[in-house]
């Protein structure tokens, strides 16, 4: 995990950045065992190859205040496993998992606008662009724009993506 978090191709578009193995540790025993549908809880979750169980990914949960109806998800792939599909996969699985096993309400996403990759793969899977914040977001580099994307219950399963 430590490898492709602390991949400059990655940190571009990511607040958070690990600078050393032992905080990639402490998000792992912070995350990985996070509570699923707590309201103002995270999890992660490890993406794996199915046929080498690999780890090349993650993938976040963060069930919003004030009711957990509301999740924010995240997504990461290593850099040598992109644009083969495992993130498309891993992140319609989620918002399967979200939608018709939890029965959430409203399912968000912040991208960096930059990130055209995670934007495509965003609307491809029927999230439609909610806002567009200019300069809202502190990171070494700079102020960057962040991006919001939704999806209602109700889109999802009037759409192709039930998962």
């Not at 492709?4 to 905080?23: A, F, G, I, L, N």
Request: one cysteine or more; a negative charge.
């Amino acid at each position: 995990m430590y490898a492709y978090r602390s991949d400059p191709r990655v940190t571009r578009y990511q607040r958070w950045r690990p600078v050393k193995e032992e905080e990639v540790e402490a998000f792992i025993l912070k995350y990985g065992n996070g509570s699923i549908d707590v309201v103002d809880s995270w999890c992660q979750l490890g993406v794996y190859r199915k046929t080498t169980q690999e780890l090349i990914g993650d993938v976040g949960m963060h069930f919003l205040p004030p009711d957990a109806q509301q999740v924010e998800l995240g997504f990461t792939i290593s850099p040598r496993h992109q644009r083969q599909g495992y993130a498309a996969e891993a992140v319609d699985a989620l918002l399967s998992y979200l939608f018709g096993y939890l029965n959430k309400h409203r399912i968000i996403a912040s991208v960096d606008p930059r990130n055209t990759a995670s934007v495509a793969l965003l609307e491809k899977l029927g999230m439609r662009k909610e806002a567009h914040h200019i300069q809202s977001v502190w990171t070494p580099e700079g102020w960057v724009d962040d991006m919001i994307y939704a999806v209602l219950r109700e889109e999802w399963e009037n759409t192709s993506g039930k998962g």
